[in-house]
């Protein structure tokens, strides 16, 4: 069990990136789930290779598809609702981040 970050908007700062690197390096396991905006993120493989320290890396797949056609850097994995499900389920804490 875990922790699962859902991060919704682009963000100005680190601040949510940094609680959760934290969290990591106390022994929680980290998953990220970009929603909505936030799935801009999954273009920027320097970002995603930032969040190194997460167990998983994820963005909802309907709100990307609404963004553009390029395909997220790998290791991002594409959910849908059932997989969002799924990840709520794995995950004991869940951090709402707008």
Known sequence: MGVLFVVSELQDGTTVFDVARRMALTGEKIDFLFTSEACRYVYDPGFVSSLGFAEGVHCLDPDLSQ????????????????????????????VSWA
């Open 67 to 94: 963004i553009g056609d390029e395909k997220p850097v790998g290791g991002v994995r594409s959910v849908d609702y059932s997989g969002w499900v799924e990840l709520v389920e794995a995950n004991e804490k869940i």
